[in-house]
């Protein structure tokens, strides 16, 4: 199995209240890539408990069952439009494949 982990960092917002909508609807689209990428067998979201943290702000981790099927996952048509998402809202991005 690979575990795909990736951290976010968002662009600056006006308030927390922007900042959490922005976060919000960043889990909800990638929460709903589960039910679009078949290859995509684990996946969980969570937001920094300090919405104002000077470190990353949000992490995603997910599961495969081989380097083959992450690399499906990188170039599902789903997967693509999350990341003109990610692009618009995020200034920063780490990322750490790893098996177990």
Do not use: W
């Not at 968002?10 to 900042?19: A, G, I, P, R, V």
């Not at 996946?43 to 943290?53: A, D, F, K, T, Y």
């Amino acid at each position: 199995m690979i575990n795909h982990v990736v951290l976010f960092k968002l662009k600056e917002y006006k308030t927390t209240e922007e900042k959490q909508k922005v976060l919000d609807e960043f889990k909800s689209k990638l929460m709903n890539l589960k039910s679009l990428i078949h290859e995509l067998k684990f996946i969980e979201v969570g937001n920094h408990i300090q919405i104002n943290s000077p470190s990353y702000d949000l992490c995603l981790i997910t599961h495969f069952e081989s380097e083959a099927d992450l690399e499906i996952y990188k170039v599902h048509p789903d997967h693509l439009k999350v990341v003109e998402f990610v692009k618009k809202v995020t200034v920063d991005r780490a990322a750490v494949d790893f098996e177990f």
